[in-house]
């Protein structure tokens, strides 16, 4: 396993990108955890708070994980939850993690 290639303050999530992990992937904390499955579960609908009990991380993971997709990931992410994301993200990089939750993505078929 490689060692990340900078040092993180003990406890703040981060965000790794490795060859040797995942295929490349961003993960979260240099772990196997990628950040899109992460997302995915709070984009579907499930609680912040939920995701982060059934992966045994913490919420301020799951937020990071999701403001990196918002962010970085493809444009469907970047569309949906870009907003929040530019709103979140002044407090996220401060480690102030008491931010909204991101959205929920509205379900195909589904009133509002």
Same mark, same amino acid.
């Given at each position: 396993?490689?060692?990340?290639?900078?040092?993180?303050?003990?406890?703040?999530?981060?965000?790794?990108?490795?060859?040797?992990?995942?295929?490349?992937?961003?993960?979260?904390?240099?772990?196997?955890?990628?950040?899109?499955?992460?997302? &995915?579960?709070? =984009? !579907?609908?499930?609680?912040? /708070? +939920?995701?982060?009990?059934? $992966?045994?991380?913490?919420?301020?993971? @799951?937020?990071?994980?999701?403001?990196?997709?918002?962010?970085?990931?493809?444009?469907?992410?970047?569309?949906?939850? &870009?907003?929040? =994301? !530019?709103?979140?993200?002044? /407090? +996220?990089?401060?480690?102030? $993690?008491?931010?909204?939750?991101?959205? @929920?993505?509205?379900?195909?078929?589904?009133?509002?």
């Amino acid at each position: 396993m490689s060692e990340p290639s900078a040092t993180f303050p003990a406890g703040r999530p981060f965000v790794a990108i490795d060859p040797a992990m995942q295929f490349g992937r961003a993960t979260l904390n240099h772990t196997r955890l990628t950040v899109e499955t992460v997302a &995915g579960f709070v =984009a !579907a609908g499930d609680p912040v /708070e +939920l995701v982060a009990d059934e $992966y045994e991380i913490t919420r301020a993971d @799951v937020l990071v994980c999701c403001w990196y997709v918002a962010r970085y990931g493809t444009r469907r992410w970047r569309e949906r939850w &870009g907003q929040w =994301a !530019a709103a979140a993200e002044s /407090e +996220l990089w401060h480690g102030r $993690y008491q931010v909204a939750d991101p959205p @929920v993505w509205p379900r195909k078929g589904r009133k509002p």
